[in-house]
């Protein structure tokens, strides 16, 4: 019997899950919910409703998963919780400094409803979440590093679009490659904020904005680019579309450490993505998790579960008998 999965919110998550759906074949999409007027939403799938998010209620009971595609910053910390009272629920919540009080609110949620709820699912925070603590348990005399890029970054372009006088803007996270061979060359270096990454900023202007006072709103804005160093280039809006239109992302988490009676062996483990779209691969994450969510909730689970819960196999469409013949 398929799995039945419901996607809240269609831009590029929700098309990437729809088309991760397609490629799973133990999945079916029943239903896209949307807050915009499902007439102009035109979704890839034939003869699945496009429905207002408001009508979700009414299809409780005949959606086994729903991967919630929200934003993380004002969406999914209502979303989530919300629909947990009606579905099993996936998001891709990426707040790293809120996922203790999001993981409160969706667990409390799904107690109450008696469904599951997977958090913060995706690259990072997940399958980079997973690697950070395989590779602690296993060298836990040692140190962490995560490098991000070279990759758009959604969150900082849209910082960037909000500043007056700004049209368009994408943002670029670089690792600075010496930082990067110095760890995977084991010289465990003690690296600042600013040694780790760059950050480059294509902008379009709008028509008479003042581009040095643009500038230097992005170079000191906090959180974002003030702890980086960060290139600004000014560029019309026929180049952005043309040259910066893609969505590539990636990084790379390390571990190295020590063993050994004295310490005099070291080994450096690395774990690296190279993803030339990030939504897609995402959302391959988000379906997966949906599997083990449907799993968990069958075998009588509820509340919140992070990536750190499940174990691989209920991510996986094989029997345990093929996954122990062919991939143990």
Known sequence: MSIKIGIIGYGNLGRGVEIAVKEA???????????????????LTEGVPVCNVSEAEKWAGK?????ICGGSATDLPVQTPQFA???????????????????ANVDAAAKKASTVGIISVGWDPGMFSLNRVYANAILPDGK???????????????????????????????????????????????LTTRQKHTRECFVVLEEG???????????EMPNYFSDYDTTVHFISEEELLRDHSGMAHGGFVFRTGKTGVNKEHSHV????LKLDSNPEFTTSVLVAYARAAKRLHDEGQCGCKTVLDIAPAYLSEKSGEELRAHLL
């Not at 133990?26 to 949307?34: Q, R």
């Not at 070279?150 to 490659?177: C, F, L, M, W």
């Open 269 to 272: 483990i690395e774990y690296s």
């Open 25 to 43: 074949p133990d999945m079916e999409l029943a239903a896209v919910f949307t807050r915009r007027d499902p007439a102009t939403v035109k979704i």
């Open 144 to 190: 962490d590093y995560t490098f991000w890029g070279k990759g758009v970054s959604q969150g900082h372009s849209d910082a960037i679009r909000r500043i007056k006088g700004v049209k368009n803007a994408k943002q670029y996270t670089i690792p600075v490659e010496s930082a990067l061979e110095a760890v995977r060359a084991g010289e465990n270096p003690e």
């Open 63 to 67: 959606i086994d998963v729903c991967i």
């Open 209 to 219: 904005a003042d581009a040095a006072r643009v500038e230097k709103e992005i170079k």
């Open 85 to 103: 009272g009606l579905f099993n629920v996936i998001d891709s919540f990426d707040t790293h400094a809120r996922i203790p009080e999001h993981f």
